[in-house]
């Protein structure tokens, strides 16, 4: 399972980010996390979190350092944007992270089944935290784009 959503990760970002972005995107190293160790959910600067249910109960993590983060959404959303606090710059990365949802959820459903997607969250800035299962397994891999690293997580029960 593991590798299959390493592969799947990986593949969704690849294509999203040619398709949607049209930024070059490098792969970096893959993390898998097994359920007996303790899930510590993502720091960075900005989140973007999408839920799943069905054949595959956890959720998706976009994260990104600030400065990544509104490059990925100026690029995305054809504007440039100098902060996360504004409607525009926060729709454009949950959607973001939507995308790359539905491109993990698309690549496995033929060998899971049904997963159902939920609308995106994106949290942002240094004072908050996530309330979260201890016992999720997960599967990070790290990207680069030419302004900076991010990631993707997919954890799961």
């Known amino acids: 399972m593991h590798d299959q959503l390493a592969r799947a990760i990986q593949e969704a970002v690849h294509e999203f980010f040619l398709a949607f972005l049209s930024l070059e995107v490098q792969s970096g190293p893959t993390f898998r996390k097994p359920a007996f160790e303790p899930y510590t959910p993502p720091r960075a600067d900005v989140t973007g979190v999408v839920r799943l249910s069905g054949a595959l109960d956890g959720g998706i993590h976009l994260s990104a350092p600030m400065h990544v983060a509104l490059a990925m959404s100026s690029s995305f959303s054809g ?8 409607e525009i710059s926060q729709d454009a990365f949950g959607e973001l992270t939507n995308l790359v949802a539905g491109g993990l959820q698309s690549r496995l459903a033929d060998a899971l089944g049904e997963i159902a997607l939920t609308p995106p969250i994106v949290v942002f800035g240094d004072q908050y935290s996530m309330a979260v299962k201890v016992n999720f397994s997960s599967v990070k891999t790290y990207f680069r784009i030419a302004d900076g690293p991010f990631f993707v997580e997919c954890f799961f029960v």
Request: no cysteine.
């Open 79 to 86: 504007e440039p944007m100098e902060t996360m606090s504004t």
